[in-house]
Structure formats: structure tokens, C-alpha cells
């Protein structure tokens, strides 16, 4: 009796190491895909999504897909100039820098994210406190040998999805 108690508990032992250690990916990216593929948002902008879940704002600007985090929710990328994120970098209007923004469908309606996490703009002040001055709290001015290509461009764990919009009917 002994014998089948101890086998019970290596099987046990062992099927929960199992799954322990099997660390599989739920990827909810086709569920994405499906929802939107095909489908469009008539608003201020015009918001159509390709058949591999691209987004194309107005017929030129894209947004790459990256990844979905849910069945109705998706993180999009895509390059801008730094002088459209925020207003103190009005100054340096060349400087190009990748993006993230979060897209939501929920009852046909289609929402977006404005803004990312706190503790992004933790990490951004403090890239700017250490590359240039505030000379108010409008004016950042940046040092003369800047290195642009350290600016904490924000991720997709960056993006704060309680902050969101609407933008209108998906169709």
C-alpha cells in the first residue's frame, strides 16, 4: 500500500513540475486579426484595417501590428516625429521616433489609447533631466551632443489602457 502512495506522489511531483515548467503562449492574434481584418471607422480620420490586421489613418499614415493582448485588444506601432508627442520637444522636429498605441473593439465600437503608463514618464523625465536643460516647464532644451537614439522610445507594456477614446463605429 505504501508502494502506490509513493508512486501517487511522484506522479503528482512530476505533473506538477509539468506545468510549472511548460510556460505556453496563449496568442491571441488571429482572434485580432478576424475582428478587424477588412472592417472601417468613417470618424474625423478615416481608420481602415488591412486583411493581416495593418491599420492605414486617412489612407497614408500605417500602423504596424505587433501583437494582440486579448481577443478584442491589439498593440500598434509606428514612426512619428517627436515634436507631435509632446509639446516640449517642438524644437526638434526632425528627430523620428517609434511609437506605440493600444486599439480596442468592444460592441462595434472602436476606442484607442492616449497615453502610457506613469511609470514611462518617469522614465522619460529622467532621460531629459540627464540629456538637457528645462528651462520651464514648456521649454526642454537638449545638450549639444545628444545621443537621440537613447530616447526611451515607449513598449507595449508601456501603454496605459484604462486611458482610451473612442473613435467610432467599426463596420
Same mark, same amino acid.
Given at each position: 500500500?505504501?508502494?502506490?502512495?509513493?508512486?501517487?506522489?511522484?506522479?503528482?511531483?512530476?505533473?506538477?513540475?509539468?506545468?510549472?515548467?511548460?510556460?505556453?503562449?496563449? !496568442?491571441?492574434?488571429? @482572434?485580432?486579426?478576424?475582428?478587424?481584418?477588412?472592417?472601417?471607422?468613417?470618424? @474625423?480620420?478615416?481608420?481602415?484595417?488591412?486583411?493581416?490586421?495593418?491599420l492605414i489613418i486617412d489612407g497614408k499614415k500605417k500602423l504596424n /501590428?505587433?501583437?494582440?493582448?486579448?481577443?478584442?485588444?491589439?498593440?500598434?506601432?509606428?514612426? @512619428?516625429?517627436i515634436n507631435k508627442f509632446m509639446l516640449v520637444f517642438s524644437g526638434?522636429?526632425?528627430?523620428?521616433?517609434? /511609437?506605440? #498605441?493600444?486599439?480596442?473593439? &468592444?460592441?462595434?465600437?472602436?476606442?484607442?489609447?492616449?497615453?502610457?503608463?506613469? !511609470?514611462?514618464? @518617469?522614465?522619460?523625465?529622467?532621460?531629459?533631466?540627464?540629456?538637457?536643460?528645462? #528651462?520651464?516647464? &514648456?521649454?526642454?532644451?537638449?545638450?549639444?551632443?545628444?545621443?537621440?537614439?537613447?530616447?526611451?522610445?515607449?513598449? !507595449?507594456?508601456?501603454?496605459?489602457? #484604462?486611458?482610451?477614446?473612442?473613435?467610432?463605429?467599426?463596420?
Amino acid at each position: 500500500m505504501q508502494y502506490i502512495f509513493i508512486i501517487a506522489v511522484i506522479f503528482l511531483v512530476i505533473a506538477v513540475l509539468f506545468f510549472i515548467t511548460n510556460k505556453r503562449t496563449i !496568442s491571441f492574434d488571429k @482572434d485580432w486579426v478576424n475582428l478587424v481584418k477588412n472592417k472601417k471607422v468613417y470618424a @474625423d480620420k478615416n481608420f481602415v484595417f488591412q486583411k493581416d490586421g495593418e491599420l492605414i489613418i486617412d489612407g497614408k499614415k500605417k500602423l504596424n /501590428f505587433i501583437k494582440a493582448i486579448s481577443n478584442n485588444s491589439a498593440v500598434y506601432s509606428h514612426g @512619428d516625429y517627436i515634436n507631435k508627442f509632446m509639446l516640449v520637444f517642438s524644437g526638434y522636429p526632425s528627430i523620428k521616433v517609434t /511609437f506605440m #498605441e493600444g486599439y480596442i473593439s &468592444e460592441n462595434g465600437k472602436l476606442y484607442y489609447t492616449y497615453a502610457y503608463k506613469k !511609470s514611462y514618464y @518617469d522614465k522619460l523625465h529622467l532621460w531629459m533631466q540627464k540629456n538637457g536643460v528645462f #528651462e520651464s516647464k &514648456e521649454v526642454w532644451v537638449a545638450k549639444k551632443n545628444i545621443n537621440w537614439k537613447t530616447f526611451p522610445a515607449p513598449m !507595449s507594456n508601456d501603454i496605459n489602457w #484604462e486611458k482610451r477614446a473612442p473613435i467610432g463605429d467599426l463596420i
